[in-house]
């Protein structure tokens, strides 16, 4: 959660806003500083002014009476410091800042030291000097403290609204996010339905008229596909008439054997279209027992599958029909890709982290890594499952998909080539 917050563009906005803010701050304080303190101004020259004046009332060598009277009066410091005395008045208690004091020199006599409220001058002739120095006045610090933070506030608010100025303009960056996310679940009636005349919102809008252009292929497809096989079913069955007439076995087992695929493969089209169309018939059912009566007839007649039922009863308000057609097409997968002289095919239901699953795991040829991740692909089929011998128009485990997620839930298959394949339909418990 913190990496992904601090990988957002809009932290990095924030955090440019901010850098900005302070170094402006920076900038502008020290040129200001620098001028003030560096330039040849009327404040300077009549501080000038004020410090000579302030050396000839208390006297050179200075009096000490006068000098101590000039502190009564304004509560400047003054020390002297010569070989022969040194002496002080006025203020002496509390901390006068004089290390952090910035120092500019006006010529080789006077020095004048500033840092915010706090002053000094000092004023040489020989051995002997006098300094000035000019404590804040009450209340000063004070003032000078609400300032600054009154400068701090009113310098944050504005980066605040410039920030969030920002945020709304790149907003359609979280509108086309959303949107991709709703792509990526092959929602492609999903739009943003962003108004403006700036980039971003035609970005959006040609996001959108690009996922309205797949919507209607995808419709279009899955319309002649259904409206094919509907087509099919009455050749098909003149055809397997025709074949059982023929005479010849071998003609006929090949002319039977082709007309049962083109029957799976409509059969596969026709599911896919009940799925997509979200016609559903859920009841609640046994997993259990439902896998029990899909893997009875193949341990009847194979004597290659394995049923591992989980030691207690599942129930899920599932469409039984729809997840039967789904194991069996895995249960037929694994049969086909696995040598008959192999370790059984086992099929497991159970419960894990939150979902019920049933798992169909084979020893066969395995499905090479680099092939693994377009497996559910409708129509795609790996190098070594194109044959004769194996059949298959690699749909049915595109429908298998389908129907775990019609359900809530997923279908994950991993393979070691050569060695074993572990096709895994999950779904949430509450089901």
Known sequence: MIKKLLSSVFTKLLFIVVCSAVLLNIILFGIFTHYVENSETSLNRHRVIYIQFLRDEI??????????????????????????????????????????????????????????????????EGDSSIKFKFWPLTGEMERLSM??????????????????????????????????AEVKKENYDYKINRCGSDELAHLCNMFDSLTSEISRSIKYK?????????????????????????KDEFLRKDMTDDI?????????????????????KKKHTDINKL??????PYEEKTGR??????????????????????????????????????????????IVNGFTFIKVTDKGIGIPADELKFITEPF????????????????????????????GGKLEIKSVLHKETEACLYFPVEQ
């Open 59 to 124: 006297g050179y060598p200075p009096d000490v009476r006068k000098a101590e009277a000039l502190s009564e009066r304004t509560g400047i410091t003054v020390i002297y410091s010569s070989p022969e005395e040194s002496w002080a008045t006025g203020r002496t208690e509390g901390r006068f800042p004089e290390d952090k004091l910035h120092y500019r020199t006006i010529d080789e006599n006077l020095t004048l030291g500033t840092l915010h409220g706090y002053q000094t001058a000092e004023i040489t």
């Open 147 to 180: 300032y600054g933070w009154f400068m701090i506030g009113a310098v944050s608010l504005l980066m605040g609204a410039v920030y969030m100025l920002i945020r709304q303009i790149l907003k359609p960056i979280n509108y086309l996010s959303a949107a991709i």
């Open 222 to 246: 899955n319309k002649l596909l259904t409206g094919i096989s509907h087509e099919l079913r009455t050749p098909l069955t003149s055809l397997r008439i025709a074949a059982e007439m023929v």
């Open 260 to 280: 049962k695929q083109m029957d799976t493969l409509i059969n596969y089209l026709m599911e896919g279209a009940r799925i997509k169309h979200g016609a559903l």
């Open 291 to 296: 896998t029990g009566e899909i893997c009875a």
């Open 305 to 350: 599958v394995v049923f591992v039922p989980h030691p207690y009863p599942i129930e899920l308000n599932i469409d039984a029909k729809a997840i039967e057609h789904a194991v069996r097409n895995l249960i037929d997968n694994a049969l086909k890709y696995s040598e008959e002289s192999s370790e059984p095919v086992t099929v497991e239901s159970g």
């Open 380 to 407: 795609y089929r790996t190098d070594i499952s194109r044959s004769k011998k194996t059949g298959g128009y690699g749909i049915g485990l595109d429908i298998c998909k389908q129907i775990a997620e019609a359900h």
